[in-house]
Structure formats: C-alpha cells, structure tokens
C-alpha cells in the first residue's frame, strides 16, 4: 500500500521539492500553504493541494483528517512552514515575535500533536525543519533563531517520547538555501550584494544548498534506510557548523 504525508509550507522552495521527491518515493501527498501556487502541485489525486494557514486554530486537525478521507492512512509528516527575520533585537517588536512563534512553533505542536496517534498505528514518522540558527548564534536572528530552537528541542522531546511507540522524530537544520525566501531576506538590506558575499563565505563548500538537497535528506529521514535514526538533527549547510 502507498503511504500518505502531509507537507506544511508546500507551495515553493523546500516545501515543494519535498513533495516533489515524496511523489517520486510513490507516497500520496497532502499538500498544504497559505498561498494559492500550492495549487500547482495537483497531481492526478496523488497530490492534494489545500490552500490554509497553519496558524489557524483548525487548519492542523482538518488537514488530518483530508489525508485520511482521501487515503485512509497517515505515515509522514513534514513540518515545513516557517516566515524568516533578520532584525536586530532592539528593532524586533512584540508583534514580531507573536508572529514568528505563531507561525514556526505553535503549528508544529499542534500539527505533530494531531498526527502522532495515527503515525502510530502504521509506525510512521515526523520530520521537522529546524536550522543553523536553532543550533549556533547567529547575529540579528534573535527571535528566528529561538523559534528554530523551539523545534529542535520539540523535536527531540517528541523521539524520546515516541521511541517506544514505532514513532520516529527528526529534524532538518539547513544553512542558507537558494530560495526566494533568502532572496527576499537579502533585499531588506542596505547592500544586498554584499550580504550575499557573507553568506557564502560562511559556508565551507562555498555556496548556498539547493531545496532539492534538503528535500533529499528529509525524504532519506523518513525512508526505511533510516530506521535506526531518531532524535536527530541533520545539518544540511555546507559545513557551516563544522567551522
């Protein structure tokens, strides 16, 4: 039988590589943004599109229970949806951080939390994706990087928990990766071309991951060739922490 995942945060960027490479894996996918381009990723019922926020209150129970009406069977889930910031904390507000652990924290707990009984049953997993910022300093990251922590610390808490229970729970913590997210966080700058520079001397291979090859390491997290493999972080950043 084909296994079924939700994917949050799937229109673009990793999010959409994930479920590009799940379909290849022959999983059926639900498919969930808050833009309406997740749309696009409609595939024959294999692929379900819902277009929702994560941060509302229904949004993670209904997703659910959509994969289970359509496949009758949940196996994966892929929190995926986050917004990013760069901002010193003496310019970040309130409402920025409301925002932030709104949307990259509270969805993953809920989202995990409606999931985990029907992961069960069929010994099924979580994967996360956390980043570098949840793991090392990293300037003007203040709030991103506690909501990163957040779910690197989720994350390990949900593996130990679920250990005995055939659950497993992993997380991906990538670098910079070339996606319209960095890019849209590069323009914010006073010189955009000069913080790429940075960027990209920061990381050891010398150039930012592609989407594809985080999506490979949170489809290798969830595959059989992984069993053994719980509680981890999976850096996926050029050798950025390694420094």
Same mark, same amino acid.
């Given at each position: 039988? $084909?296994?079924? #995942?939700?994917?949050?945060?799937? $229109?673009?960027? /990793?999010?959409?590589?994930?479920?590009?490479?799940?379909? #290849? #894996?022959?999983?059926?996918?639900?498919?969930?943004? %808050?833009?309406?381009? %997740?749309?696009?990723?409609?595939?024959?019922?294999?692929?379900?599109? %819902?277009?929702?926020?994560? !941060?509302?209150?229904? !949004?993670?129970?209904?997703? /659910?229970?959509?994969?289970?009406? =359509?496949?009758?069977?949940?196996?994966?889930? *892929?929190?995926?949806?986050?917004?990013?910031?760069?901002?010193?904390?003496?310019?970040?507000?309130?409402?920025?951080?409301?925002?932030?652990? @709104?949307?990259?924290?509270?969805?993953?707990? &809920?989202?995990?939390?409606?999931?985990?009984?029907?992961?069960?049953?069929?010994?099924?997993?979580? *994967?996360?994706? $956390?980043?570098?910022?949840?793991? /090392?300093?990293?300037?003007?990251?203040?709030?991103? @990087?506690?909501?990163?922590? #957040? /779910?690197?610390?989720?994350?390990?808490?949900?593996?130990?928990?679920?250990?005995?229970?055939?659950? &497993?729970?992993?997380? %991906?913590?990538?670098?910079? *990766?070339?996606?319209?997210?960095?890019? =849209?966080?590069?323009?914010?700058?006073?010189?955009? @071309?000069?913080?790429?520079?940075?960027?990209?001397?920061?990381?050891?291979?010398?150039?930012?991951?592609?989407?594809? =090859?985080? $999506?490979?390491?949170? *489809?290798?997290?969830?595959?059989? =060739?992984?069993?053994?493999? !719980?509680?981890?972080?999976?850096?996926?950043?050029?050798?950025?922490?390694?420094?």
């Amino acid at each position: 039988m $084909a296994l079924t #995942a939700v994917v949050t945060g799937a $229109a673009r960027g /990793i999010g959409r590589s994930v479920v590009e490479q799940l379909r #290849a #894996a022959d999983y059926r996918v639900v498919a969930l943004d %808050v833009s309406p381009a %997740v749309a696009d990723l409609a595939d024959d019922g294999r692929v379900v599109p %819902v277009v929702a926020d994560v !941060t509302a209150d229904a !949004t993670p129970s209904d997703t /659910i229970d959509r994969a289970l009406a =359509e496949f009758g069977r949940l196996d994966l889930l *892929v929190n995926n949806a986050a917004r990013f910031l760069r901002r010193p904390i003496r310019e970040t507000t309130d409402d920025d951080f409301d925002t932030l652990f @709104a949307t990259n924290v509270r969805p993953a707990f &809920r989202f995990a939390r409606a999931a985990l009984p029907h992961l069960e049953a069929h010994g099924g997993g979580i *994967v996360n994706t $956390a980043s570098i910022s949840g793991l /090392i300093g990293v300037a003007n990251q203040s709030v991103y @990087a506690m909501t990163k922590g #957040a /779910i690197v610390q989720l994350t390990r808490q949900l593996a130990i928990e679920y250990a005995g229970r055939g659950v &497993r729970v992993n997380a %991906v913590a990538p670098g910079a *990766v070339d996606t319209g997210f960095m890019d =849209e966080a590069r323009q914010a700058d006073p010189d955009p @071309a000069a913080s790429l520079a940075v960027t990209l001397s920061n990381h050891p291979i010398g150039r930012m991951s592609t989407p594809d =090859e985080v $999506a490979r390491a949170i *489809v290798f997290l969830a595959s059989p =060739e992984s069993a053994g493999i !719980t509680g981890t972080i999976l850096s996926v950043d050029g050798g950025y922490i390694a420094r």
